[in-house]
């Protein structure tokens, strides 16, 4: 019986270890992502909203350029809300395929686990008293959809 | 309680797989160091995605559907996913099986969270009765063999296989989450050196916890009913039993404590496609711990789960 489990065990960790010797990091766009800096095209409405912090490198910001995908390169804020609180994503265009879409604020106003993604301890906190993190089944981004739509508009202007 | 020193952390978040993927770090290193870990791990979201994605044509498992009966040569990443998948479906005699798709696309799942594109993938027929039997792995050429139209769904394994490698990037850190969605692993210990306290949330109402665990490098994830509805009929939800095409109805949610949380979250799906007493029985033969919550919320646990109850 046990013997069965660790089968399991051998054949996920064997898995794991074979796609991360196959070296993905450097291979895909999103290594791109971190070594140079995404132009930012567009503010909108967001004075306030962090840019995503991938400044460290000393290469110059390339200019956006017409990608063969649908959306020019860069990075384009967007922000939504609805009557329980609001959100602000990032989303990152390479080679004009979507890189990354970064929450970089959100707000309540009253506690909805459903979009407290920035601050779990706080927000977790306060419901439970003392756990780090909740297991539950997966939410799906229903609550982000407008913002991230908003950016999405400006990719494609 | 907690009165020691609050160890300096980092949190942030980002989307991918149509959920929030939320990383904390607990370091004393250089912060350019503790981002760059981060990145990286993000980038594992990223990679995992791309390849696995049946929400977007030009993912490397859209492309092989468009390919019948034909061996096709595929990355590391799509074989290992898909060799694993198939693995479990075996060992769980198809109470989790990845060609599921074909089933979850009649009932709707199939728009693109970013874009909201819906794709119906050419290789769709819900007519014709396809399993994991129809697909074969010839390991010495790494190539992928569909012997039936079909539709390849590894939205628990690719999430776990993103969560795994995630961690090794951030396993030399003094503490760590990545919280996938409800998809866990906690590496360390918290902020406050102590090991990670995750709870499981209620079932039936969503703003408490129904039970609270304590452990530190492993991996949790609960599979539950109560998130992701067909946008046809919403009385379907995600869970569907391979073998009857129907939602599964005795379970409201299965968490799996594991130690990759690839085998976490397909564990805990099949431990809920069985229900309790095959669920938790399945759980102890792979040798994990693990809790199911009934409709009427009842819980079954394995043997030594209480080990990591608070």
Request: hydrophobic share 55%.
């Given at each position: 019986m046990a013997k069965m489990g660790h089968k399991m065990v051998t054949l996920c960790a064997v898995a794991i270890g074979i796609v991360y010797s196959a070296g993905y990091i450097v291979t895909e766009p999103a290594a791109l992502a971190q070594n140079s800096p995404p132009a930012i095209v567009s503010t909108q409405k967001t004075p306030n909203v962090p840019t995503p912090d991938i400044s460290t490198s000393p290469s110059p910001t390339p200019s956006p350029v017409a990608a063969q995908g649908q959306y020019r390169d860069g990075t384009y804020n967007g922000q939504g809300s609805n009557r329980i609180g609001g959100v602000e994503v990032a989303l990152t265009v390479q080679q004009g395929k979507i890189t990354s879409?970064?929450?970089?604020n959100c707000w309540t106003h009253y506690s909805v686990s459903a979009i407290d993604p920035v601050l779990p301890r706080e927000v977790v906190a306060r419901q439970s008293g003392k756990v780090d993190v909740v297991s539950g089944a997966t939410k799906s981004t229903d609550a982000f959809r407008s913002a991230v739509q908003q950016a999405l508009n400006q990719a494609q202007a | 309680m907690r009165t020691k020193n609050v160890k300096e952390s980092l949190v942030k978040s980002q989307l991918f797989m149509d959920t929030v993927v939320?990383?904390?770090?607990?370091?004393?290193?250089?912060?350019?160091e503790i981002e760059e870990s981060m990145a990286r791990a993000f980038s594992a979201f990223y990679h995992v995605e791309s390849v696995c994605s049946r929400f977007n044509n030009q993912s490397e498992i859209s492309r092989l559907s468009t390919q019948i009966g034909t061996p096709v040569p595929v990355s590391a990443t799509l074989f290992e996913a898909v060799n694993f998948?198939?693995?479990?479906?075996d060992f769980t005699e198809g109470a989790f099986d990845p060609t599921l798709g074909n089933t979850l696309v009649s009932y709707g799942f199939n728009r693109d969270y970013l874009t909201g594109y819906q794709s119906t993938p050419t290789s769709f027929n819900a007519n014709t009765p396809v399993n994991y039997l129809d697909i074969d792995l010839?390991?010495?050429e790494q190539t992928i063999l569909l012997r039936k139209p079909l539709v390849l769904d590894?939205?628990?394994?690719?999430?776990?296989?993103?969560?795994?490698?995630?961690?090794?990037e951030l396993a030399h850190f003094e503490g760590f989450f990545i919280d996938a969605g409800g998809d866990i692993f906690a590496g360390g210990m918290n902020e406050y050196d102590e090991p990670w306290r995750v709870g499981i949330r209620h079932p039936d109402k969503k703003e408490e916890i129904i039970r609270s665990l304590q452990l530190t490098n492993m991996a949790v994830c609960t599979s539950g009913s109560y998130e992701r509805r067909s946008p046809i009929s919403k009385d379907v939800h995600h869970l569907i039993n391979p073998h009857s095409s129907i939602p599964q109805s005795d379970s409201l949610s299965c968490t799996v404590i594991a130690p990759f949380a690839m085998m976490a979250d397909a564990f805990s799906t099949a431990a809920f496609i069985l229900g309790a007493k095959k669920g938790i029985h399945q759980l102890e033969l792979a040798g994990l711990?693990?809790?199911?919550?009934t409709p009427t919320l009842e819980m079954f646990m394995t043997k030594e789960m209480r080990r990591y109850l608070v």
């Open positions: 879409c970064e929450i970089t | 939320t990383i904390k770090i607990v370091s004393s290193h250089a912060k350019a998948a198939w693995e479990v479906a010839n390991k010495e590894l939205g628990a394994i690719a999430k776990g296989l993103a969560v795994d490698l995630a961690v090794k711990d693990g809790l199911l919550i």
